[in-house]
């Protein structure tokens, strides 16, 4: 019984501090309309710059308390506010969303920068040196009794501002509808940067206060946010009393399950998860409303042609080539990945892209098709490879049964929680029998994973594997082309664009998003399993969520829509990061920063780069004399590389600037000359009525 | 009799396309101003620019002989300025009591912004807890309606008032419009029903194609000429 409430107390204090965090979240989303999915690591890193304070640099607690909530916190909230989502605030749901990922995956890379993860760093409890305060036969430490008074007073603080002043009231309205409060006195903005200040504020709150009872790691800080989530769930985003009994539930299952769960080898992990798993049947079982609001304008997805995407797949297949003929062993290791990870990037195009679900579990999937081809595939037997990719669809089509009753932010969270429990407990669960039939994961370390046979030939080198994943990588993009081009994919932008339309016009939604999720997994699995294939040996870890999410950033950043996303997101993820190893190694921690600083540039290019790109480069590619002199001189490159007549920054670089050169000279021989600005009332009578004017005068007129 | 609300010659595009080209309107005290004509004839941005809303190329806006040009929606909001927008013009997540609060920022206490509303449309106050996006659709409008009762607004900008309601209704609400105007409010009204509003407004513009083309008294000379100009026959 002593032990029953000893856990119990333990659990509520846990409660106590998801429950700030918690209503955190509640309140940002409920004030801005952005489910913060970096909140967790706000309150990461105040819980750092608390350590350096105090232990650091031997601050008095109060003083460092006072800096870091009421200065730094603050600070904090209104950077975020002012680069980071103002500039999505009229983009979709998704872009919105993209930018707190991109927010916590950076956050995560600048305090492993700043802070070395390997030195540990203790911080003390507040009073620790008091003696316990006993409650009968319960012994409550003053750090928790702190604990839960400091969440009683956030409930009661943050219901008196929302639904008692009209400091509140201004805030939920902004939500609604941002051009109504401007009518009626208020200043959306302002109303924006007091919800961020609090939220932040509320995060550092909950950092400093979960600190000490577990080791300060970057990564562990930001996933106890799920935690967190798991509580707003209960609270339906909106609800904060609900959430404050959503974190009850939460903490004391944690407790509980730390104190009772029985000790075998396939349990453990099941703790670590069980907050993924409780989020996972929330989401599932409360209903969920739809943020009401004006209907945002969604990117439009090019269509590609069939010769342009036939020359594209001939230009990666080359690409794979040339740098498979050039690199070195260890280096054909690191830049293999390229295609590989391109071909999970592009696994986001059908999904993201055409159907519009954000999934954040496409490298989870990439990891079920590893192991099924580490463990299928010794042999190489080709087979195995369709295996992988059908044992990855079918995972894929399992997430989206429950997917089909969460959208937006919803469904990002699930997936999310689902790539949780993956991570933290399916694959280090230890082999196991079902009827007879073994069942192996990544057998609790590492998994071998070789080559594919194919014609007799066994593809084992790094040469020939980057080979083969540069075909994989131009053979699917040909496929999701064809899949844009298809009925199934006109099909799929529909759902994307209504789902209630969809459905009223005789589509079946069930079909067609099971179908969607299953076809972007098993491309994820292909990609899963070229990527195994290249590393020789994988381990979970490197499917997890967290090494999951810059992926999703750079596929997004590229551009959702654009069949070039996935050779582009496999070279902008890969190459610069490790060429900048390469060139200073001091700055592994400083490139980890990079997806998220290219995330936090979407906001200046929402369309994406990819469909930038292809406008910058499609002059050389039409001109008759530019293509063929690159092509010559590219040719002549490499043949001086390949004799090694010059080295591999004057190939790269030089290739680089001779191409950009020739394409400057291509787009000036082809711009016409400029017209003079005729205003649009005079297109038909000024100058001659053009075939395309109707379409420029309609889009405009849609578009005010 | 001098104007509250005067528009002089504005211009105003969405994007690269003109859709007002150069509008003149006065309205003044106490007065009713139909503004009608077909769609897309640039009535709504017309409010949409008086209110702030939608920037102006060219022109002036000046408020009881203060030019207002280029101001906030929030500070001409403060002024006096109040536009009801399109649709239903409030916040569907909160409550009726706290729509009702958004409205103090003139300076009135919630006791009484709640006191005049709900005397008004006594329908409100049996709802004050409920969400408004929850109302039916006249009893939102009625709750967009009480923001020009509360605020004391100078100039009164109604966009499409009865949008989706029901004849009597709207009836109700016009006559509520009338009341208004009558305690010295400039009320510029923008309606499809032109019969609906012909009947209350003192004054009656016709926008075709973001020009003026014809104002005056609402008149049966002028409700002749309304099929011709909706048409688009006398241009």
Known sequence: MDQFLTFGIVGLSTAAIYAVIGSGLVLTYTTTGVFNFAHGAAGMLSAFMYWQLTVGWGWPVPVALVVVLLVLAPGFGLLVERFVLRPVQALGEAERLVMTVALLSGLIATARWIWDPNVARPLPMFFAARKPIHLGPAVITWHQAITMAVAVAVAIGLRILLYRTRAGAEMRAAVDDRALVGLTGADPVRAGRVSWILGTQLAAIGGILIAPTVTLDAAQLSLLIVSAYTAAVFGRLRSLPLTFLGAVVVGCMESYLTGYLPQNEYLPGLRLAAPAFLLFLALLVFPHRRLRGRERRLARVPVPTARGTLVFAAVVIAFGAVLASLLGEADLITYGAIFSLGVVALSYVPLAGYAGQVSLCQLSMAGIGAVVWGHLGAHGQLWALGAAILVSAAAGALVALPALRLSGVYLALGTAAFAVILDRWIFGIPAFHVFGLRIALFDQGSVDVSGPRLFGLRLDSGRELMVFAAVCLALASIGVAALRRSRFGRRLIALRDSEAAYATLGGNLLVAKVAVFALASGIAGLGGALYGMQQRTVTADQFSLIAGLPIFLVAVVGGLGAVGNGLFAGTAFVAPTNALIAIAPGTANLVALLPGLAGVGLGHNPDGIVSRFRRQWEPLARDRIALPILLCVLALAWALRFTDVINDWTYYGGSLVIAAALRAWASARQAEPAEPEIPVEWWGLRRAWRPEDEEVLARGVAAG | ?235
Do not use: W
């Not at chain 2, 920037?55 to 000046?62: F, I, K, T």
């Not at chain 2, 500070?75 to 103090?104: Q, W």
């Not at chain 2, 009164?156 to 109700?172: F, K």
């Open chain 2, 1 to 235: 009799m001098s104007a509250l609300l005067e528009l002089r010659g504005i211009r105003a595009a969405h994007e690269r396309i003109t859709v007002l080209h150069g509008v003149d309107l006065d309205v003044a005290a106490g007065q009713v101003v139909a503004l009608l004509g077909p769609n897309g004839a640039g009535k709504t941005t017309t409010l949409r620019v008086a209110a702030g809303v939608h920037p102006a190329e060219s022109g002036q806006l000046v408020l009881g002989g203060r030019d207002m040009t280029g101001a906030d929606p929030r500070d001409l909001a403060r002024a006096g300025v109040c536009l009801i927008p399109e649709g239903r013009g409030v916040f569907p997540n909160l409550s009726v009591r706290d729509n009702l609060l958004m409205m103090t920022f003139t300076g009135r206490s919630r006791e009484e912004i709640e006191e005049i509303a709900f005397a008004r449309f006594p329908v409100l106050a049996r709802r004050a807890g409920q969400a408004a996006g929850t109302l039916s659709g006249g009893e939102q409008q009625m709750l967009a309606l009480a923001r020009g009762l509360t605020t004391d607004p100078a100039v009164l900008l109604l966009d499409e008032l009865s949008m989706g309601l029901a004849p009597l209704v709207v009836g109700r609400l016009y006559e509520q419009v009338g009341e208004i105007a009558r305690q010295g409010v400039a009320v510029l009204v923008v309606e499809q029903f032109a019969a609906a509003v012909l009947d209350i407004c003192d004054h009656a513009a016709v926008l075709v194609r973001g020009r003026v083309e014809r104002q005056g008294h609402p008149d049966g000379g002028l409700r002749a000429e309304l099929s011709a100009l909706y048409l688009g026959s006398s241009t």
